[in-house]
């Protein structure tokens, strides 16, 4: 990779792609992510560092912001064939995550942008606000089977932006009018905000909702999640699904070897009074990118277990920050995986958690009428 050097004058204020060196971001620009630095995307061919020309004007670049562009993609259904997943098809709304999770094994996908998995990955986001039109048509092309799509395994849809652009809410209404069964995992108290619409579906057996709780500690969750929802509200929000009649799960993940770890007992207890009958847990995956970035927010905020965490995350990864094999990545191997798991499933055994999955139905589907006139004509 060549290295390019960028003065910087006090009209040339260049954004991330003029600080993806590695070198951390000043603390006041930042504010409120969860990324250190902004290293270039592993496509790129060049890594661009800050230089001070002796002006002081590096100073005076803008705080981080939330910049959203529109995606247009042709189709919206993503499938995939991996042997340790119980899905085959899924759905994101959006790339990129304004929650910021340090350990967010979906930052490499940034890198297909030309865009860092760093502080561009929470701070520079595309929208699709065609979904639901992509939705509909999908759904009612000629021979489609129905199965449960999943939605939140890349990036959560129901980050802040959501708000804003609804494009979820508008996902949920095409598939609740197909009858059609969708699971959920997400880490914001915003999935409560359409509670209406996931009651109606769950009444029906359509629909079932995961929040993914990794900490309980609203200091450490600060620190690691800076934009997602406290634990509490979380928790909450899994309280008002649960009561609509909506099956709720807790996914505690990921487990953080050395630092979230001794949480499990405690997050499963919460979610068991909040009203969950399922859980599941993931250990910290630490795929490209993700690995160096993880290190460094460790190294800046809890130093004195840098050591311990990353050598028990080795520990768990045959000696490797990351093991991509479909049959361990998600549980890690040797003596403290096997731990893990063993308190993990005494927990769910005693707090009953577990003991019925309920199963989405896929025979009430109706395929959609899309008015699509010009293909009509063939």
């Given at each position: ?62 705080p981080f912001v939330t910049e959203v562009q529109i995606e247009r993609p042709k189709t919206i259904i993503t499938r995939n064939t991996s042997p340790d997943i ?118 029906r057996g359509l629909a079932k909702v995961a929040l993914s709780v990794t900490t309980l500690d609203a200091r450490l969750a600060r620190r690691l999640e800076p ?51 399922e859980a599941g847990y993931i250990m910290l995956r630490l795929p490209r990118e993700v690995a160096d970035l993880f290190k460094e927010w460790l190294l800046k ?78």
């Open positions: 990779m060549r290295y390019v050097l960028f003065m910087f004058t006090p009209d040339a204020q260049k954004r991330a792609e003029t600080e993806a060196g590695g070198e951390a971001i000043a603390p006041e620009r930042r504010r409120g992510r969860g990324s250190v630095s902004n290293r270039s995307g592993r496509f790129e061919t060049e890594n661009y560092v800050a230089f001070d020309d002796g002006w002081g004007t590096v100073e005076e670049l803008p119980a899905f085959d098809r899924s759905i994101n709304p959006y790339r990129g995550c304004e929650h910021g999770c340090a350990y967010c094994y979906a930052r490499p996908s940034h890198a297909f942008m030309g865009l860092s998995a760093g502080l561009d990955f929470e701070s520079r986001l595309f929208a699709k606000p065609d979904a639901a039109r992509l939705l509909e048509r999908e759904l009612s092309a000629k021979g489609y089977t129905p199965k449960v799509i999943a939605i939140g395994t890349n990036t959560d849809p129901y980050q802040p932006i959501e708000r804003e652009y609804r494009i979820m809410r508008e996902v949920l209404e095409v598939l609740d009018r197909a009858n059609h069964p969708v699971a959920i995992v997400t880490k914001s108290a915003l999935v409560a905000r359409d509670t209406d619409i996931l009651a109606s579906m769950a009444e934009r997602a929802a406290t634990p509490q509200r979380r928790l909450e929000a899994m309280r008002r699904l649960s009561a609509a009649g909506i099956p709720t799960a807790v996914m505690v993940a990921p487990v953080i070897p050395g630092l979230t770890d001794q949480e499990i007992e405690a997050i499963l207890d919460a979610a068991s009074v909040a009203g969950a009958v905020h809890y130093p004195d277990r840098y050591r311990r965490v990353v050598g028990l995350v080795r520990d768990l990864r045959e000696g490797k920050d990351n093991d991509p094999d479909f049959h361990s990545r998600m549980s890690g191997t040797g003596p403290f995986a096997w731990m893990i798991g063993r308190r993990f499933e005494i927990a769910c055994d005693r707090l009953k958690l577990n003991r019925t999955r309920p199963a989405l139905r896929t025979d009430l589907f109706m395929a959609p009428f899309f008015d699509d006139r010009q293909l009509a004509l063939f």
